[in-house]
């Protein structure tokens, strides 16, 4: 996967090194989703569910709404809800 549609938007999606300065797991940020190189493929669904969670909020302007501690909890709770219940693949987006 190299990209996500994020309701008509396309975010791009890369594995890279390094994220953000605390070396995170992943990150939304400028329109892009980064992805550590250190995320195993086991958790790689969960990280890029959770920053997705981020990308459609930052999309529909959730984050007017809800702080972003908040933010980070439904990010979790529900990319991890996600993988748990569903065998979740990822589609070719054009
Ligand atoms: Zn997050």
Known sequence: MKK??????NVPVKRVDRVGEDDDLGEYKDGEILISNKVSKKDFMTVLLH????A???RLG???AID???EEI??????TFLVENFDIKAKRVK
Not at 4 to 9: A, I, R, S
Not at 51 to 54: A, I, M
Not at 74 to 79: E, G
């Open 4 to 9: 996500v549609n994020v309701f008509g938007l």
């Open 51 to 54: 920053e997705c969670f981020h």
């Open 56 to 58: 459609v909020s930052h």
């Open 62 to 64: 959730y984050r007017q």
């Open 68 to 70: 972003s501690g908040e």
């Open 74 to 79: 439904i990010a979790d709770s529900f990319a």
